[in-house]
C-alpha cells in the first residue's frame, strides 16, 4: 500500500482515524458571534426592516438576542463543524436579494454549522427552512446551534419550530429521503 513520508501527516491520518460519531471535546470548540443589522437587508419591498438597536441602544446580557451566534470546531476533521467561506457568501448573496426566498419554504442541503440556513430563515424571512446533513457529529452541533440561536430567531420573528432537520446516513440517501417526503416547489441552497 501506499506510505505517509511526513510525520505531520500521519499523524494527521492517524488522529482522523480515530474520530468517532460523536461531537468532538468542547474544549476544542469557539464561537463565532455576528451582527446583522436589519437595516442591511436587502432584495424585499415586503419585509419590515426596522432595527430597534440601530440607534445605539445595546444589551448588556452574555447572549444578546441580535448576536446570531455559532459554535463551530476549527481543529476538527469533520469538515461540516466549520463555518467555510462558501457559506458565509451564500448568506451574503440572501440578504442581498431577499426576496428569491422571502415566504418559502427552503432546503438547506449540506447545512453545516446551521449559519446560512440561520441568516435565511431569520433575516430573508422564509417560510420554513429544513436544515441537512449527513453526520452525527455535525447533527449535534447544528442541534445546539439551532437551540442557542432561538432567541436570536425571536428577534428576528421567526418562530424555532418553522425549522427543521434532517439526518440521513450518506448524501444520496438525503436526497432520496427529500424528494420522496416533500412535493417541493421551494428553494434549495
Known amino acids: ?14 488522529r482522523a482515524s480515530l474520530v468517532k460519531d460523536t461531537l468532538p471535546d468542547a474544549d476544542e470548540s469557539c464561537y463565532l458571534a455576528f ?4 437595516n442591511l437587508i436587502h432584495g424585499s419591498k415586503n419585509i ?6 440601530a440607534g445605539g441602544a445595546e ?18 476533521n469533520d469538515v461540516a463543524l466549520r463555518l467555510w467561506e462558501a457559506g458565509a457568501s451564500l448568506a451574503e448573496f440572501f440578504l442581498e436579494n ?25 433575516c430573508c424571512k422564509a417560510s420554513t427552512i429544513c436544515l441537512t446533513d449527513y453526520t452525527e457529529p455535525c ?38 429521503r427529500l424528494f420522496s417526503k416533500y412535493r417541493y416547489d421551494g428553494v434549495f441552497i
Open 1 to 14: 500500500g501506499a506510505t505517509i513520508e511526513s510525520d505531520a501527516l500521519a499523524s494527521l491520518v492517524f
Open 35 to 38: 451582527h446583522l443589522p436589519r
Open 48 to 53: 419590515n426592516h426596522g432595527d430597534p438597536l
Open 59 to 76: 444589551t448588556n446580557h452574555s447572549n444578546p438576542p441580535h448576536l446570531l451566534r455559532i459554535r463551530v470546531f476549527p481543529f476538527h
Open 98 to 122: 431577499a426576496s428569491m426566498v422571502a415566504g418559502k419554504d427552503v432546503i438547506e442541503l449540506g447545512a453545516g454549522v446551521g449559519f446560512t440556513g440561520l441568516v435565511v430563515a431569520g
Open 139 to 176: 447533527r449535534l452541533n447544528l442541534e445546539h446551534n439551532l437551540k442557542l440561536n432561538e432567541a436570536w430567531l425571536s428577534y428576528w420573528g421567526f418562530p424555532s419550530e418553522r425549522i427543521s432537520q434532517v439526518r440521513t446516513s450518506t448524501p444520496g440517501e438525503m436526497l432520496q
